[in-house]
């Protein structure tokens, strides 16, 4: 089991730059794939991204170009930079884990079992 902590949400300028942070305790860290979701208001809850320990990765078609997934295994943190921010990625962005090497095919909610609070993130126009 993991227990996951997301920061560096926040309120951001259209074309600016977030780095979120999802810290991670708990079980062997290198054991688990982590993913990144956000939910808009209104919308249902959607895949980002996720890393495996070695640093495979994967991202859903709308973000990809604009957003960077990594992991520090060391530090048991994944991060997700996101650049050239849009009013459409205003979301709760939450980090997920699930205990596989290997990224899931299609980021889905029920392929991850542990999950953070989430961080918001709203931009401005």
């Known amino acids: 089991e993991v227990h996951l902590v997301e920061s560096g949400g926040g309120l951001v300028q259209a074309g600016g730059s977030l780095r979120l942070s999802c810290g991670a305790s708990?079980?062997?860290?290198?054991?688990?794939?982590v993913g990144w979701f956000r939910q808009a208001p209104g919308k249902e809850r959607e895949g980002v991204s996720s890393?495996?320990?070695?640093?495979?990765?994967n991202y859903a078609d709308s973000v990809k170009g604009r957003f960077t997934i990594s992991r520090d295994n060391a530090k048991n943190t994944v991060y997700l930079q996101i650049n050239s921010l849009k009013p459409e990625d205003r979301a709760v962005y939450s980090c997920?884990?699930?205990?596989?090497?290997?990224?899931?095919?299609?980021?889905?909610?029920?392929?991850?079992?542990?999950w953070g609070q989430g961080t918001q993130v709203t931009v401005s126009s």
């Open positions: 708990g079980d062997t860290f290198e054991d688990y794939v």
């Open positions: 890393v495996s320990s070695d640093g495979s990765s």
């Open positions: 997920a884990a699930t205990f596989s090497t290997y990224v899931p095919v299609e980021l889905r909610e029920h392929e991850f079992d542990y």
